[in-house]
């Protein structure tokens, strides 16, 4: 069974422009949350989606965006990007149904964002 | 405001030992609690979780142990080998379709 995939791996942009990841979950999971790892910091979360619907969203400002597709995949943008945003941002998935609790995520490789 | 920390960054043990790796939340409705480890450079891997109806799991050479009242949980590693070093993170949550994670601690086993 696959993995989480996320694409890009690495990517370099210019502070004010946009970025778009991807993310394809494990197949049969409808859940898929975002993460944002900076050095020193654990995991912040960012979004989480299920059947297309955003269900909770962490403290991120508003050029954070996401969305989910029927398939499950999904995309995370940052706008305006600004050198802080430099980080490793991770996509996780699940298979919880109607229920978040007791469901474990599993994570994808990650995709490496660098700001200049 | 850190709802789960983990308070040591680091931690170096021998092959073959225990490693024990600590972490405290503060929320009381956090009801599940998931540890991951992470290699440089890819994603963290899950390796064991524990509900809050239960104060211990098992798998393998990882062990679990939650504590309520205290607000703490804990990873032991029987025995600990080099391939376990990496950074080790603790995630709880509490009915909000989010984890919340720790800042990590990174596990070094001496050969």
């Known amino acids: 069974k696959a993995g989480v995939t996320q694409t890009p791996r690495y990517l370099i942009k210019t502070r004010g422009q946009q970025v778009t990841l991807s993310c394809s979950p494990i197949?049969?999971?409808?859940?898929v949350s975002w993460y944002q790892q900076t050095p020193g910091q654990g995991l912040q979360f960012l979004f989480e989606?299920?059947?297309?619907?955003?269900?909770n969203k962490g403290n991120f400002p508003g050029r954070f965006s996401g969305r989910q597709f029927s398939n499950s995949r999904s995309e995370m943008n940052v706008s305006t990007l600004e050198l802080g945003d430099s980080a490793l941002y991770l996509c996780?998935?699940?298979?919880?149904?109607?229920?978040?609790?007791?469901?474990?995520?599993?994570f994808g490789e990650g995709s490496w964002l660098t700001v200049v | 405001d850190q709802q789960v920390k983990q308070n040591s960054p680091s931690l170096s043990v021998q092959e073959g030992r225990i490693s024990i790796l600590n972490c405290d939340y503060t929320n009381s409705m956090f009801d599940y609690f998931l540890w991951y480890k992470k290699y440089p450079a890819e994603g963290p891997t899950f390796l064991i979780s524990i509900s809050s109806i239960k104060d211990k799991n098992e798998d393998g050479r990882f062990t679990v142990f939650l504590n309520k009242s205290a607000k703490h949980l804990s990873l032991h590693i029987v025995p600990s080998q080099p391939g376990d070093s990496a950074v080790y993170f603790c995630a709880a949550s509490a009915w909000t379709y989010k984890y919340i994670f720790g800042t990590g601690t990174r596990l070094k086993v001496l050969a």
């Open positions: 996780a998935s699940s298979s919880n149904l109607d229920s978040f609790v007791g469901n474990t995520i599993y």
């Open positions: 197949s049969g999971h409808r859940s």
């Open positions: 989606y299920f059947s297309e619907t955003q269900r």
